[in-house]
């Protein structure tokens, strides 16, 4: 019996031993295999779920900044496109329907066509204050006034002569631009006295151009009101009612009137967003950028071909 508990005990602890034996052996296995708890996450995640192969592209964050920096609103090549197509209209109306009419389709037309001036010297002020050289700015809008001249006596000269209407409109343009030029110069050679006199006679000179002298004033207080939008649009109105009171009383009583709807461009100004738009950089930049110069004096000598050969 004596012998027979002995190898039950010697038994006992040997199966003892092999079993706190087997638990060190799976300690050790489980410590050496183990991954610490903040590295869990990456070791158990998928190769195809690491967070650099979610990286945006360079292509997806030029999306979102030009995304980013694009406003509502109209640009400045959209309203330039507008004022061109209005300007067109207009210019049609008069071909068509010769003289001062008063058919509905001519009068609606010469209504579309009140959009172009004011916003065309919204954008002589405004370009002012973007332009790198003044100088070559008017002498831009002199040299174009000088090739628009004589289709546009050709298709007008019938209806506008001297002194009311008989240059065209750059001409009043360059005139408005260089007022203001001399207006906000800072030259000490020019007193302010001088300054006075210099503004008055480039006012004065355009009073023969098309939206004669109002048309040149108002660009000069579009200009002055530089960043207040209600400002300039109270000059505009103010001027153009002066012209539309002079062309009443020395032209003719119903397109006088006519004249006041130039207020029709206000809420498409207001539109605007200060930018320029599509089509702003390259070669389809500097398309846009002559575009108005071109097409006034382009359309006006088709226009006068079609009238002298109609």
Not at 81 to 90: F, G, P
Not at 115 to 132: D, E, K, S, W
């Amino acid at each position: 019996m004596t012998t027979q508990a002995n190898t039950i005990t010697t038994t006992t602890a040997a199966t003892a031993a092999t079993a706190g034996a087997s638990a060190a052996v799976a300690v050790a296995v489980a410590a050496a295999t183990s991954v610490p708890a903040a590295l869990a996450p990456i070791a158990s995640a998928p190769p195809a779920l690491v967070p650099i192969a979610s990286a945006p592209t360079a292509t997806t964050t030029t999306l979102r900044q030009t995304a980013a920096t694009v406003r509502a609103g109209l640009s400045g090549n959209a309203l330039k496109i507008i004022a061109i197509v209005a300007m067109t209209c207009d210019h049609l109306a008069w071909l068509i329907f010769p003289g001062f009419s008063t058919h509905p389709i001519a009068l609606s037309m010469h209504v579309v066509g009140r959009l172009t001036a004011p916003i065309m010297m919204y954008f002589i002020a405004q370009g002012y204050y973007h332009t790198r050289d003044v100088k070559r700015y008017v002498a831009r809008l002199l040299a174009f006034a000088l090739l628009a001249q004589l289709p546009y006596s050709l298709l007008f000269g019938d209806t506008f002569t001297f002194p009311f209407g008989g240059l065209n409109v750059m001409w009043t343009f360059a005139m408005g631009l260089t007022a203001l030029a001399i207006y906000k110069s800072d030259n000490p050679r020019l007193r302010p006295w001088m300054k006075q006199i210099l503004v008055w006679a480039c006012l004065f000179a355009a009073f023969p151009g098309d939206w004669s002298m109002p048309g040149a004033v108002a660009i000069l207080y579009m200009g002055r009101n530089h960043g207040n939008f209600k400002r300039q649009m109270l000059f505009l109105m103010l001027w153009m009612a002066c012209y539309a009171l002079v062309y009443a009383l020395a032209i003719d009583p119903l397109y006088g009137c006519l004249q006041l709807l130039v207020c029709l461009a206000i809420p498409l100004l207001a539109c605007y967003n200060g930018q320029r738009g599509a089509f702003s950089s390259g070669t389809a930049g500097k398309v846009m950028k002559w575009l108005f110069y071109i097409y006034y004096p382009a359309h006006l000598l088709l226009l006068s071909l079609v009238k002298l050969l109609g």
